[in-house]
């Protein structure tokens, strides 16, 4: 049974913009945090941004000021707006999400390539 499944990643120039989703079967009143962690070949998976469900946000200092988190709770679905984008950014983008029951869940990945 699919938790969480990414969409939105692709190809861009530098100085583009995109926005990945991630949806979850959850309510999003039964997640406490949910992240996006991005991985490139050879480096460890690293924290991009968090929301809570209190809505309370945070961000690598890398990323902060041009990427922005958000969510819907209509539609069980979390943003990230992802903005400047630097050839850097190029990765393996990853949807994650902790449950209040403790449960943890990772979505598919999803591609993005930032050209210089």
């Known amino acids: 049974q699919v938790q969480l499944v990414e969409s939105g990643g692709g190809l861009v120039q530098a100085g583009g913009s995109l926005r990945l989703s991630c949806t979850t079967s959850w309510s999003m009143f039964s997640i406490n945090l949910m992240t996006w962690y991005r991985q490139t070949p050879g480096k460890q998976r690293e924290l991009v941004a968090s929301?809570?469900?209190?809505?309370?946000?945070d961000y690598q200092d890398s990323v902060r000021g041009r990427f922005a988190i958000s969510r819907d709770n209509a539609k069980n679905t979390v943003y990230l707006q992802m903005n400047s984008l630097k050839p850097e950014d190029t990765a393996v983008y990853y949807c994650?999400?902790?449950?209040?029951?403790?449960?943890?869940?990772w979505g598919q990945g999803t591609q993005v390539t930032v050209s210089s």
């Open positions: 994650n999400m902790w449950t209040i029951f403790g449960t943890q869940y």
């Open positions: 929301i809570t469900r209190a809505g309370s946000t």
